[in-house]
């Protein structure tokens, strides 16, 4: 799965509702962490459910894939780096990642556990104005959980690409999961999890012991 790809990097609280639901602040930077590779898993295959956790969340996510390494000097120049993007599933345990935040301590194993990034198939990239007004949305069982607008990002794509450039060069096949709308909840063992957007397709999940 995604053999091609080289890193995950994956963005916290990028909209402020999100943020707000979660009782946190709103940053002034964005929130970077990473998740290796063996966290990806295609449509249509089950999904373990952690055995370390006990609250499982879905959060829907718009993805972008680098297409060729370097760093650009400006974020306008960013999207020049992009050459496809989907939608995908950033999973988190979140009575985990409360306990580490108790702590203050490194969210990884809430958050970067196999099979935690769920992910649909790519489209090819063209222009900046497809990543506009892009909305998505996540179902569980049917039932619609989350909607998304890319254009209510607190940090856009663009951003988010310069800011991780800075610290990290980019390679081909770098992913950026660009952070999750409000609406996050629980997800079970049986439930099928559902992400779509019109561009780019409906990918769907089921959550197995």
């Known amino acids: 799965m995604n053999q091609n790809a080289a890193r995950i990097f994956c963005i916290g609280r990028n909209y402020s509702e999100h943020a707000h639901e979660l009782g946190s602040e709103i940053p002034k930077s964005p929130v970077i962490f990473i998740k290796p590779i063996s966290c990806l898993v295609k449509a249509g295959t089950g999904v373990k459910y952690p055995k370390h956790g006990n609250n499982l969340h879905h959060e829907v996510e718009l993805v972008i894939r680098i297409g060729k390494a370097g760093q650009p000097s400006s974020p306008e120049e960013s999207l020049d780096f992009v050459d496809a993007f989907t939608i995908g599933l950033d999973l988190t345990l979140r009575d985990v990642q409360n306990r580490l935040k108790e702590k203050g301590l490194p969210w990884e ?13 790519f489209i090819k990239y063209e222009h900046s104005g497809q990543l506009n007004n892009l909305i998505f949305r996540c179902f569980v069982d049917g039932e619609k959980r989350q909607e998304g607008n890319s254009n209510d990002m607190i940090f856009s794509v663009k951003q988010l690409i310069f800011e991780i450039s800075r610290i990290w060069i980019l390679q081909p096949g770098d992913l950026i999961f660009t952070g999750t709308p409000s609406g996050v909840g629980t997800v079970n ?21």
């Open 109 to 121: 194993i809430s958050k970067a556990f196999d099979q935690s990034a769920p992910i649909g198939a």
């Open 189 to 209: 063992i049986g439930n099928t999890v559902s992400i779509e957007n019109e561009m780019i397709g409906s990918f769907s999940w089921k959550i197995v012991e």
